[in-house]
């Protein structure tokens, strides 16, 4: 079985990702700063933070992002449908899958 799998929790102060290959077993992970939209200095930078915690996962588990075939965030700050859909959109876009994104509460 191939591919890998990443699990995101973003928040106000860290945001951590995990991969892990297809049978459960963790390969990587990465750590970086605020991933909330609503509370990182603007959208783009938020952003960033999501991209530096997956890239620094998916670097340990010697994979780039679009190796993920499924990944789901749990983040704060995603409350709104414009927010879903601007999150949905710039991680699609780096990733390999279309993310399941959901608000961390």
């Known amino acids: 079985m191939s591919g890998?799998?990443?699990?995101?929790?973003?928040?106000?102060?860290k945001t951590i990702a995990v991969v892990a290959d297809r049978t459960g077993?963790?390969?990587g992970w990465?750590?970086?700063g605020s991933s909330?939209?609503?509370?990182a200095p603007g959208e783009a930078a938020a952003v960033a933070?999501?991209?530096?915690?997956?890239?620094?996962?998916?670097s340990m588990a010697g994979c780039a992002p679009?190796?993920?075939?499924a990944a789901v965030?749990?983040?704060?700050g995603a409350d709104w449908p414009e927010d879903f859909e601007l999150l949905r959109d710039?991680?699609?876009?780096?990733?390999?899958?279309?993310?399941?994104?959901?608000?961390d509460a």
């Open 73 to 76: 965030f749990g983040l704060a």
């Open 90 to 103: 710039e991680l699609g876009a780096h990733l390999g899958c279309a993310p399941v994104v959901l608000n």
């Open 30 to 32: 990465g750590r970086s």
């Open 66 to 69: 679009a190796a993920v075939a």
């Open 36 to 39: 909330d939209v609503h509370d």
């Open 25 to 27: 077993r963790i390969v």
């Open 4 to 13: 890998f799998v990443l699990g995101c929790d973003g928040g106000n102060t």
């Open 49 to 58: 933070e999501l991209h530096a915690a997956v890239d620094a996962a998916c």
